[in-house]
């Protein structure tokens, strides 16, 4: 299974940014596909996650209301839409796909299959 990140890149304080990630290897619509990041000298941490068929999504708190997060089952892709963009979001953003049960969606080992990480960072 591969998960190649795109997006990221250098944006303003208040700005937006779109990460896409491309799977394959696995049939794409019967996985939850979702985003982490990591901050320098920081653990990493949920940002949300889509489910497989009904596209429901979940967010961490500190991004609800300015993120969000779609899928094409077409594609095989799915995208990360980041809003209002505050220079606490710099982080290694990371695509995951799994089907974690929901008590553990936001648990980093629920996921199986972890792309190589997309830097974004945001400058105040």
């Known amino acids: 299974v591969q998960l190649q990140a795109s997006g990221g890149g250098l944006v303003q304080d208040g700005g937006s940014l779109r990460l896409s990630c491309a799977a394959s290897?696995?049939?794409?619509?019967?996985?939850?596909m979702g985003w982490f990041r990591q901050a320098p000298g920081k653990e990493r941490e949920f940002v949300g996650t889509?489910?497989?068929?009904?596209?429901?999504?979940y967010y961490a708190d500190s991004v609800k209301g300015r993120f969000v997060i779609s899928r094409d089952n077409d594609k095989n892709t799915v995208y990360l839409q980041m809003n209002s963009l505050k220079s606490e979001d710099t982080a290694v953003y990371y695509c995951?796909?799994?089907?974690?049960?929901?008590?553990?969606?936001?648990?980093?080992?629920?996921?199986?299959?972890w792309g190589q990480g997309t830097q974004v960072t945001v400058s105040s």
């Open positions: 995951v796909s799994g089907n974690p049960i929901l008590s553990e969606i936001r648990s980093a080992r629920a996921y199986p299959y």
């Open positions: 290897g696995h049939t794409f619509g019967n996985y939850d």
């Open positions: 889509i489910s497989k068929r009904r596209g429901r999504t």
